[in-house]
């Protein structure tokens, strides 16, 4: 299975902006995905997009997050603006085979180990 590390959590202030960064240990054409999990609650899918470029959004965030992929680096972003503290969260990287992009944890066979988000009020 590919490995994923994740980084660029950290605090911000309400109304900040973030860009966390995945990379994968090799090339691949799974789906890729972000998750959040806070404290006490499910963890909940964010963004997704294919090794194509097509990507999905939670509804309630497409507004303010955006996902991209570099696939010459192994290397998937989420843009995150505006930020609010309900967006605290630690941010998990998955990776899912398919050319399909998936909104359920279910769906993704490789994980990173978190970054943790604050946003302070």
């Known amino acids: 299975q590919v490995q994923l590390v994740e980084s660029g959590g950290g605090l911000v202030q309400a109304g900040g902006s973030l860009r966390l960064s995945c990379v994968a240990s090799r090339r691949t054409t799974y789906a890729m995905g972000w998750f959040r999990q806070a404290p006490g609650k499910e963890r909940e899918f964010v963004a997704g997009i294919s090794w194509s470029g097509y990507r999905t959004n939670a509804y309630s965030l497409k507004d303010r997050f955006t996902i991209s992929r570099d696939n010459a680096k192994n290397t998937v972003y989420l843009q995150m603006n505006s930020l609010k503290p309900e967006d605290t969260a630690v941010y998990f990287c998955?990776?899912?085979?398919?050319?399909?992009?998936?909104?359920?944890?279910?769906?993704?066979?490789?994980w990173g180990q978190g970054t943790q988000v604050t946003v302070s009020s």
């Open positions: 998955a990776a899912g085979p398919g050319s399909d992009v998936r909104t359920v944890s279910d769906a993704y066979v490789s």
